[in-house]
Structure formats: structure tokens, C-alpha cells
């Protein structure tokens, strides 16, 4: 598809640094099970709340550890998750928003926060000119995707120095159906042939701008 295809990501990395204490004294501590709690509810408030809904953003927590014994107040908890979105200014408004919410639990619980979330891959956005050409090439075997995908793509680095399309090789079939990063994926090396005839159409015929 023209223009965004894929999202810049992000991986999401906080530690939340409290004071343990026996639950029966749980005022003596600082529960940092709690606040990391209540640090990712309010990360999702950005999406509804600070970026616009035109913008297609994702905030995902995959991973959360805290705690040891069921009745100590922990005074760790680590949160890990991805942040994806298809602009880059986007991706830096949420993640200065999340660095701003962090100062102020840690001005309100008496906490620290130990924050990362560096930019990895900037959003792959297919180049108009070209991606016109690919398609005329491309004639019948072609099919434009509904909408762009939150899935990342380092080859986005090389459309950041020249303009560039990516594109996907469908490869699913009666026989292999399983989706990539699945420990069943398989294809039919059969379908590699259309494959190298369209890069084979693309080295020779398709033309750059100035």
C-alpha cells in the first residue's frame, strides 16, 4: 500500500523503585506494585487524551514482574512493552508525555522511576511514485493491504536515505497456513518464483525520480 505500511517502534522499559514493608505496617512502605499499577493505566490515557484519534498509536505491557512473599509490600516492580505508532513526532509526544507522568508519581508516592524508550525502527512509508510503478508491474498477482500494519521493519532506514517501497510475498496455501513467527511456518519454495520475476520487473523497468 502507498504511504504508511508499517510502525516506528519502541521498547518500553520502567522500573519502579519503592520502599518494602510488612503489609500489617504497609504505611511504612512504598508499594511499588501499586503504583506500577496505576503508572500503566495511566500511559493508555495518553492515547485517548494527548494524541489525536486520527493518529494510529499502540502502548502495549507485555511483561510485569514485582514482588516475592504475599505479605511484604515490594519495593521493585519491572515493566517491559512496546510503543508503536506511524510518526515519529507521535512517538516522541508519547514518550515525553510518559516521562512527564513519571515525574509526577514520583513527586506524589515518594518513588523512583527508571525509564527507557529509545526509537529502534522509524515507520516504513512507501514512496507514491513508485509504489504506482510496483503495482503496474506487479498486474493481476497484485493486492493492496485494507490498511497499514503495527508490525516494525528495519528497511525502513534505507527509505530514511532514499525513497523505496516494501512490499509482502503472500505465501499462504491449503497446505501451509501458519503465520511468521510461529514454530509451524512452512511455505511452498514454488511460490519464491513470482518472487524473483517481480524484483527481476522491478531492477529493470521501474524508474526513479530525480
Known amino acids: 500500500r502507498p504511504g504508511p505500511l508499517m510502525a516506528q517502534n519502541g521498547e518500553l522499559d520502567v522500573k519502579v523503585i519503592g520502599k518494602s514493608a510488612h503489609a500489617g505496617l504497609y504505611h511504612l512502605g512504598v508499594d511499588s506494585i501499586v503504583i506500577a499499577s496505576m503508572l500503566i493505566c495511566q500511559y493508555q490515557t495518553i492515547l485517548t487524551r494527548v494524541i489525536s484519534p486520527v493518529e494510529s498509536c499502540v502502548i502495549n ?63 516504513v512509508l512507501n514512496d507514491y511514485d513508485l509504489y504506482r510503478q510496483f503495482v503496474n508491474l506487479a498486474g493481476d498477482n497484485y ?33 501451509y497456513s501458519s503465520g511468521l513467527h510461529t514454530e509451524t511456518f512452512n511455505f511452498d519454495e514454488e511460490l519464491l518464483l513470482p518472487a524473483i520475476d517481480i524484483y527481476y520487473q522491478i531492477a529493470s523497468k521501474i524508474k526513479l525520480g530525480e
Do not use: W
Request: hydrophobic share 35%; proline share 7%; net charge negative.
Open 143 to 175: 493486492e493492496e493491504l485494507k490498511e497499514p500494519v503495527m508490525l516494525a521493519e528495519d528497511f525502513a532506514f534505507y527509505q530514511r536515505e532514499v525513497p523505496g517501497i516494501f512490499f509482502y510475498v503472500g505465501t499462504k496455501t491449503n497446505r
Open 61 to 123: 505491557i507485555g511483561e510485569i514482574q514485582g514482588g516475592t512473599v504475599r505479605n511484604i509490600v515490594p519495593d521493585q516492580t519491572i515493566f517491559k512493552g512496546t510503543v508503536r505508532t506511524y510518526s515519529e513526532a507521535v512517538f516522541k509526544k508519547i514518550t515525553d508525555t510518559m516521562q512527564s507522568i513519571n515525574h509526577g508519581f514520583e513527586e506524589a508516592y515518594g518513588c523512583k522511576i527508571e525509564f527507557s524508550c529509545p526509537p529502534m525502527y522509524p515507520p
